[in-house]
């Protein structure tokens, strides 16, 4: 889990009524990551956490945030027969994908186009991915979030230089 689902979490997880679970896919957990996360905030994501292992129907909505070559049940390396994103069943598919230069792999242009949602960080990533084949219906910009809370300059001081130049 990173910066980014937390702060969803801790938003979703504030609001009221919505039943939702988080789910690791693809990757391995950051643990040293959690362990410097507030405890109210590690206690939330550990029930998020439960719900999502716990839910073995359908998801109403799964939101797979990797690369594209690792979703679908035919994913690389394969996660799609350990842990497929999204999940059988799933009623509305959600894509998070971004790619640090001007076109995106061949590959991952069907795996895209196969979410209902494909959810991109910025206008140009749009025009990446729709250039790169991906339908233009389907590409929302979601930018990026950060938690000003945890990352705030005023309360950190910047680590000393390894190699001690000032």
Known sequence: LDSE??????????????????????????????????????ELLRRLARAGSATSSGWEVAVCHS???????????????????????????????????????????????????VWVPSQFA???FVSSGVDPAKVVVIPEAVDTAMFDPSKHRPPAPADGAP
């Open 5 to 42: 689902y937390s702060a969803a979490a801790k938003s979703a997880g504030a609001g009221g009524g919505a039943r939702l679970g988080i789910r690791q896919f693809a990757e391995q957990q950051d643990v040293a990551f959690q362990e410097g996360l507030a405890r109210g905030t590690q």
């Open 126 to 128: 749009v025009e990446q």
């Open 67 to 117: 690369t594209p070559d690792v979703w679908h049940q035919d994913g690389a390396f394969g996660w799609g027969r350990v842990q497929p994103c999204p999940p059988r069943g799933t009623g509305f598919a959600i894509g998070r994908a971004m790619y640090e230069t001007d076109r995106l792999p061949e590959t991952w242009v069907s795996r895209l186009n196969k979410m209902d949602e």
